[in-house]
């Protein structure tokens, strides 16, 4: 069975009909007028420059599959670290909320919450990006954080134009 796959395949990428072992052949046409030949003796006689060129297209097609793959996977900046931290219980009140991405974040389109104990957002300063990595943001804290848990809710966009957003809870003793 595998055999009669490379063969169908190795046709249409060539281009070229195999007519070895013909006791037994159908042709099949597609709408796209692609003849499918299945073959039943005779099928392990290909010459060498049509194996070569079916392997060198399927390659080639494999890589481009995958470089595709790779470009969507990696196209989201994703949380990697923050402080503080998630689910922490912090002795004293952080002075900024500090968020660090896998990729590069675009701070005209990024925003960071501080919500408090009471459902109240926090005062907070500008939201800056530490201008060192371009990944990390930094949310100056105004306001005294009493004890309690907090919320930090964040939204971004990453520099190839994909929006990412999140929640996380610490507690400040």
Not at 134 to 162: F, M, N, Q
């Amino acid at each position: 069975m595998f055999y009669l796959l490379f063969l169908f395949f190795a046709q249409c990428f060539t281009g070229q009909d195999f007519h070895h072992g013909l006791n037994l052949s159908f042709v099949i046409k597609s709408p796209l007028s692609i003849k499918i030949h299945l073959y039943i003796k005779g099928l392990f006689i290909m010459s060498i420059f049509n194996i070569r060129s079916f392997w060198s297209n399927l390659s080639a097609l494999v890589v481009l599959f995958v470089g595709m793959s790779c470009q969507q996977a990696l196209a989201h900046a994703h949380l990697k670290d923050q402080t503080p931290a998630e689910n922490t219980t912090v002795e004293a009140a952080p002075q900024a909320i500090t968020l660090s991405f896998s990729e590069r974040i675009e701070l005209g389109f990024s925003k960071v919450k501080l919500i408090g104990p009471e459902k109240k957002e926090i005062k907070t300063g500008k939201l800056a990006l530490d201008p060192a990595t371009k990944t990390k943001l930094i949310l100056p804290v105004e306001d005294k954080l009493a004890a309690g848990e907090y919320r930090v809710d964040w939204s971004v966009l990453s520099v190839d134009g994909h929006k990412t957003k999140g929640v996380y809870n610490f507690t400040v003793k």
